[in-house]
C-alpha cells in the first residue's frame, strides 16, 4: 500500500516559470488536500477538494491551480513561480473532511 | 484566521524532562487529532479524541480533551531523543468536516 505518494521531490525552479505537482492516493480517499509550510511554521492550506470533480480554495490558494479528475489523482498547479512560493508542498488525503489525514513526503521547492 | 491556536510555539527541555503542548479552540470541536512531524519529515497521524473529557496514552505519551471540547494538551512524560519533532493539533470545528491544524509546537531536546 503506497498511500499518499508526490513526485518530483525536490525541484528548483527560476522565476516565471510553471510547473505541476503531483500527488495520487491509492486509499480510495474522497477529501485530498494540498498544503505549504515555510520553514520553521506551520501548516497552509492551499486548495482542497471532497471528491472528483469538486475543489474548493484554501487559506491561501493565490498563485495556485488545481484539478481532481480523479479521485486518486490532484495535481497542483504553479503558473508563474515567485521567489515567495518556495516552500515544502505537502499533499494529503482522508476518506472524510474530519477524519485523520495522511500524508505524503513532500515536494521542497526552490525558485530562484 | 487561526481559530485552533497551539502554545507554546517552542520547547527546549533536557532529556527526561517531561513536555507539555495545549491546544485552544474558541468554538467547540466535534473531535480532535494530533500529529507528529519529525525534522524534515511529513506529519504523521498519532491519535483521535471525540468525547468530552477523554484521556488517550500511548506509552510516555498521554492526550487529553477537555470537558468543554474547546481544549487539549498531549502530555510527555520523560522525554527522550527521539520525541524531538513539531507536534500538531487539528481541529474539526464544530462539525464543519474540516480539520484545523494549530501553528504547532516544535520540540527540542537536550541528551
Known amino acids: ?112 | 484566521g487561526q481559530q485552533v491556536m497551539q502554545i507554546p510555539q517552542y520547547q527546549h527541555v533536557q532529556e527526561g524532562e517531561d513536555f507539555t503542548t495545549y491546544c485552544n479552540s474558541s468554538t467547540t470541536l466535534s473531535n480532535i487529532q494530533w500529529y507528529k512531524q519529525r525534522p524534515g519529515g511529513h506529519p504523521v497521524f498519532l491519535i483521535q479524541l471525540v468525547k468530552s473529557g477523554e484521556v488517550k496514552k500511548q506509552k510516555r505519551l498521554t492526550f487529553q480533551f477537555g470537558e468543554a471540547k474547546k481544549n487539549s494538551s498531549l502530555h510527555i512524560t520523560a522525554t527522550q531523543t527521539t520525541d524531538v519533532g513539531t507536534y500538531f493539533c487539528a481541529g474539526d470545528l464544530q462539525g464543519a468536516q474540516k480539520l484545523v491544524f494549530g501553528q504547532g509546537t516544535r520540540l527540542t531536546i537536550n541528551p
Open chain 1, 1 to 112: 500500500n503506497a498511500g499518499v505518494t508526490q513526485t518530483p521531490k525536490f525541484r528548483i525552479l527560476k522565476i516565471g516559470q510553471s510547473m505541476t505537482l503531483q500527488c495520487t492516493q491509492d486509499m480510495n480517499h474522497n477529501y485530498m488536500y494540498w498544503y505549504r509550510q515555510d520553514p520553521g511554521m506551520g501548516l497552509k492550506l492551499i486548495y482542497y477538494s471532497v471528491g472528483a470533480g469538486i475543489t474548493d480554495k484554501g487559506e491561501v490558494p493565490n498563485g495556485y491551480n488545481v484539478s481532481r479528475s480523479t479521485t486518486e489523482d490532484f495535481p497542483l498547479r504553479l503558473e508563474l513561480a515567485a521567489p515567495s512560493q518556495t516552500s515544502v508542498y505537502f499533499c494529503a488525503s482522508s476518506y472524510t473532511g474530519n477524519q485523520p489525514q495522511h500524508f505524503g513526503d513532500g515536494t521542497r521547492l526552490s525558485i530562484l
